[in-house]
Antibody, heavy 116, light 107 residues
Framework: EVQILETGGGLVKPGGSLRLSCATSGFNFNDYFMNWVRQAPGKGLEWVAQIRNKNYNYATYYAESLEGRVTISRDDSKSSVYLQVSSLRAEDTAIYYC???????WGQGVMVTVSS | DIQMTQSPSFLSASVGDRVTINCKAS??????LNWYQQKLGEAPKLLIY???SLQTGIPSRFSGSGSGTDFTLTISSLQPEDVATYFC?????????FGAGTKLELK
C-alpha cells in the first residue's frame, strides 16, 4: 500500500523559513517523480514543485509564484522528499501536500500558517 | 500557463442522477487530464487519469472523456457518498494547473 506522510508544518512568522518533509513507503521511490501541491484555506489547489528521479538527473521544476523562495530535494536512501520554503508570507499559509508522479497518490497534508 | 476553466462551480443533484462536470483547457493538453474528488477535511483522491482511465478501486459509476481542450467527468448514478468537491488537473505542460473546483451537493 502506498503511504505518504508529511511533517514539519506549523506557525511561522513572516520572513521566516520552514522545511517540510515527506516520508513514503509501499512503492519503489527511486522510480518516481515527486511533487508538492498546496491549498490555501478555502481555496483551490496550486502545484508548487516537482523533482524528477535519478534517470532524469533529479531535475526540478517550480511554480513561478514561488521560484527563488522554494527548494525541493529528495533522499532516495530514505524514500523521502523535502520542501524548503523561505521568506514566508501570509499568502503562503496553506495545507502542503506531498504527491507522487502525475499526482496519483497524496499524503494527508501538513498545515503551514504564516502569521506574526 | 495553461488555464483550466471548470464548470459548474456548484452543482446540486439527487441520488440516482447522472452528473457531469466539465473542464476546458486554454490550449491543447492532449489527454493529460486527471480528475480528483476531495471530501471535507480530506486529501484529494484520484478518480480518473489521462482523461478516461479509471484509477484502481474507484467505482465504475465514475468515468471521464475528452481530449485536446474539452473534458468531462461523469457520475452515472449519484450516490450519497459522492458529495464532495471535484477538481481537474492538466499535467501536459509546466506548470501543472488545476481547475477551480466543482462543489457537488445532494438536492
Amino acid at each position: 500500500e502506498v503511504q505518504i506522510l508529511e511533517t514539519g508544518g506549523g506557525l511561522v512568522k513572516p520572513g521566516g523559513s520552514l522545511r517540510l518533509s515527506c516520508a513514503t513507503s509501499g512503492f519503489n521511490f527511486n522510480d518516481y517523480f515527486m511533487n508538492w501541491v498546496r491549498q490555501a484555506p478555502g481555496k483551490g489547489l496550486e502545484w508548487v514543485a516537482q523533482i524528477r528521479n535519478k534517470n532524469y538527473n533529479y531535475a526540478t521544476y517550480y511554480a513561478e509564484s514561488l521560484e527563488g523562495r522554494v527548494t525541493i530535494s529528495r533522499d532516495d536512501s530514505k524514500s523521502s522528499v523535502y520542501l524548503q520554503v523561505s521568506s514566508l508570507r501570509a499568502e503562503d499559509t496553506a495545507i502542503y501536500y506531498c504527491t507522487r508522479s502525475i499526482i496519483d497518490y497524496w499524503g494527508q497534508g501538513v498545515m503551514v500558517t504564516v502569521s506574526s | 500557463d495553461i488555464q483550466m476553466t471548470q464548470s459548474p462551480s456548484f452543482l446540486s443533484a439527487s441520488v440516482g442522477d447522472r452528473v457531469t462536470i466539465n473542464c476546458k483547457a486554454s490550449q491543447n493538453i492532449n489527454r493529460y487530464l486527471n480528475w480528483y474528488q476531495q471530501k471535507l477535511g480530506e486529501a484529494p483522491k484520484l478518480l480518473i487519469y489521462n482523461a478516461n482511465s479509471l484509477q484502481t478501486g474507484i467505482p465504475s459509476r465514475f468515468s471521464g472523456s475528452g481530449s485536446g481542450t474539452d473534458f468531462t467527468l461523469t457520475i452515472s448514478s449519484l450516490q450519497p457518498e459522492d458529495v464532495a468537491t471535484y477538481f481537474c488537473l492538466q499535467h501536459n505542460s509546466w506548470p501543472y494547473t488545476f481547475g477551480a473546483g466543482t462543489k457537488l451537493e445532494l438536492k
